[in-house]
């Protein structure tokens, strides 16, 4: 049996990185940790054929190759999802589909031949034992949740490493808090589930053997959901399989109340941790009451922030605009906040309710569902109808970008970062895409750019005051390019979208 297993194409969103990635040579962030989990479920006699949509085209050559094709995705992915889907149809390939997508939106997939929803851990085997036997069902799904200590180490040799900038794994499944517009829980349930210490050190024992030195992403929703698991297991086995070792740098996210653990942080960066996402959402008290952000609640949200950053955590962060309790000043409190607790990497979007949410249950029985939602967190678009006019709510956000990501605020916010910011203990291996992204980043926004003399007052500064980290400030001003140009090709024109 011949099997595709195809990583349907992400649009340009704030998290691709797309064009931050052509500073490095890189095709895509992170590779499809989904499928290659999935890969090494499936009998070691099938042949397997990995093609990422984000890394290079679907072929006629790899359609007429493949018998089945598994197709995995996300929301943001539906376009893509649509397009590949139709083109195995006309190739007579059958395609099995799972991932977020599909749970939530499987009847506006007809053309699909088997779904596989939920966690493969339990609907996979029984699909492959039925498709063995020549009776396949159409869908396999389940409501119970897997314990993940049984999953696989991800197939990561199916990968052209090369092309991606940071590997990712997976440590948890689940998250103990029950935010209003999140799926998370919806999906994988509010106890956290985790791999032992040894499954993870068995994942990265693999990716070091196979060449792998850059940054590794853990995409846990959120990593401290067991805390005690962490401090007395995980932590201390990563540590230990650091030393030795050119520290590779790790990086993932978590809630607020990490910043309340003074041990449990400088654990994470004693074991090679140098950045964090954070879900704030809101400066609003009422917002966070509103969409049951609990504990962002009744806290000094910048003192948070800068309890993090003194620990050697980068702070990114995903702000909200849209909810029912916000106003017109709703829009430069979020600017205040994110400059004042230099959160650089600072996602914006306006609400949207995906489906298996309570927040879309509840704008459902109110009657305010307009469309489906993106799943692009920075399109400018909600499917929901807003308490604020639509015009006030788009040129409100439109400004908000407008400002947060200009150079002079930019560049501003990543200095103030750099004033708290603890010198991390990893350091990221050098390259020829290194050298050649500081050599393209210093012409392009120290000499071309009009914002080259906040760039340079920033560099300066860095070079005398934190030369440790002047490796990060190139970074992060090459991210601030991406973020500029992703706003600009969303929200900067066009009509507001429902």
Not at 157 to 181: T, V, W
Not at 232 to 246: H, T, V
């Amino acid at each position: 049996m011949k099997i595709l297993l195809i990583y349907p194409e992400f649009p340009k969103t704030f998290w691709s990185f797309h064009y931050a990635l052509k500073f490095i040579r890189k095709r895509s962030a992170f590779p499809p940790l989904g499928l290659l989990t999935v890969a090494s479920m499936l009998p070691r006699s099938w042949e397997l054929r990995l093609v990422d949509m984000n890394v290079r085209p679907l072929s006629s050559k790899d359609l007429a190759w493949g018998d089945y094709a598994f197709v995995s995705a996300m929301t943001a992915q539906r376009a893509s999802s649509k397009s590949v889907i139709a083109r195995c149809r006309e190739a007579d390939v059958k395609v099995v589909a799972g991932g977020p997508l599909f749970v939530s939106e499987m009847d506006a997939f007809p053309l699909v031949d088997h779904f596989i929803l939920n966690e493969a851990e339990i609907t996979l085997p029984p699909f492959l034992e039925d498709l063995s036997a020549g009776n396949a069902k159409r869908i396999y799904q389940t409501d119970s949740f897997p314990d993940i200590q049984e999953a696989p180490i991800p197939k990561w040799e199916l990968l052209d490493m090369k092309r991606y900038a940071s590997m990712n794994i997976q440590f948890s499944r689940g998250c103990p808090f029950n935010c209003d517009f999140c799926n998370v829980t919806a999906l994988f349930g509010r106890k956290p589930r985790i791999k032992n210490a040894a499954q993870i050190i068995a994942e990265l024992d693999k990716l070091y053997h196979l060449g792998w030195r850059q940054s590794v992403f853990f995409v846990d929703d959120n990593f401290i959901g067991d805390k005690r698991y962490l401090k007395n297991e995980l932590l201390p086995a990563l540590i230990a399989w650091q030393e030795g070792k050119r520290k590779i740098p790790f990086y993932t996210e978590a809630s607020i109340n990490l910043a309340d653990d003074p041990t449990l942080m400088n654990l994470m960066v004693e074991a090679g941790f140098d950045a964090v996402f954070v879900g704030i959402e809101t400066p609003s008290e009422v917002g966070l009451a509103e969409c049951s952000k609990t504990q962002n609640k009744n806290r000094d949200l910048v003192g948070s922030v800068k309890r993090m950053q003194r620990a050697g955590l980068q702070v990114q962060a995903g702000f909200i605009v849209g909810f029912d309790s916000d106003t017109a000043s709703i829009f430069q409190r979020q600017m205040d906040f994110i400059q004042q607790s230099g959160i650089v990497t600072a996602m914006v979007g306006i609400l949207q309710a995906p489906p298996g949410t309570r927040l879309f249950e509840r704008l459902k029985n109110e009657g305010r569902i307009a469309s489906e939602s993106s799943g692009d967190n920075v399109d400018g678009t909600t499917n929901i109808v807003t308490r604020m006019p639509p015009e006030l709510l788009l040129e409100g956000y439109r400004n908000l970008l407008a400002h947060l990501y200009a150079p002079r605020q930019y560049y501003q916010r990543i200095g103030t970062l750099l004033k708290e910011y603890k010198n991390p203990a990893t350091r990221r291996v050098k390259g020829q895409s290194q050298l050649r992204a500081l050599f393209l980043s210093t012409f392009r926004f120290g000499f071309l750019e009009k914002g080259r003399r906040h760039y340079w007052k920033l560099m300066a500064w860095t070079a005398f005051k934190r030369p440790a980290l002047l490796r990060l400030a190139v970074t992060l001003s090459i991210y601030g390019h991406h973020f500029r140009k992703t706003s600009r090709l969303h929200v900067a024109q066009g009509p507001f979208k429902t």
